[in-house]
């Protein structure tokens, strides 16, 4: 392992600010909470941890988007089938 990542992983404190290493432990703890239950997680405990980790990972600088799907396309409906009848094309 090279030395900087030595150094970042012993001298935290060197790298972060006293406020972001102490939001990163009560994320860090939040995370662990949310994910805690012994049998499955719920949906919105789920979620909530994916919040917690998105705010870690921007304390890191890294940058979070948010995913957009994209529009549904548009399904045949029963009166394209009853006009593609009439005109008599089949594929």
Same mark, same amino acid.
């Given at each position: 392992?090279? !030395?900087?990542?030595? /150094? +970042?992983?012993? !001298?935290?404190?060197?790298?972060?600010?006293? $406020? #972001?290493?102490?939001? =990163? +432990?009560? =994320?860090?703890? /939040? @995370? $662990? =909470?949310? =994910?805690?239950? &012994?049998?499955? &997680?719920?949906?919105? !405990?789920?979620?909530?941890? @994916? %919040?917690? +980790?998105? /705010?870690?990972? #921007?304390?890191?600088?890294?940058?979070?988007? #948010?995913?957009? &799907? %994209? #529009? &549904? $396309?548009? @399904?045949?409906?029963?009166?394209?089938?009853?006009?593609? +009848?009439? $005109?008599?094309?089949?594929?």
């Amino acid at each position: 392992m090279s !030395n900087t990542g030595d /150094k +970042m992983r012993y !001298n935290i404190k060197d790298y972060l600010s006293n $406020k #972001e290493v102490d939001k =990163l +432990m009560d =994320l860090f703890n /939040k @995370v $662990k =909470l949310d =994910l805690s239950d &012994p049998s499955f &997680p719920t949906r919105t !405990n789920r979620l909530e941890a @994916v %919040e917690n +980790m998105k /705010k870690i990972l #921007e304390i890191h600088n890294y940058v979070i988007s #948010e995913y957009v &799907p %994209e #529009e &549904p $396309k548009a @399904v045949a409906d029963a009166l394209d089938h009853h006009q593609i +009848m009439q $005109k008599g094309i089949v594929r």
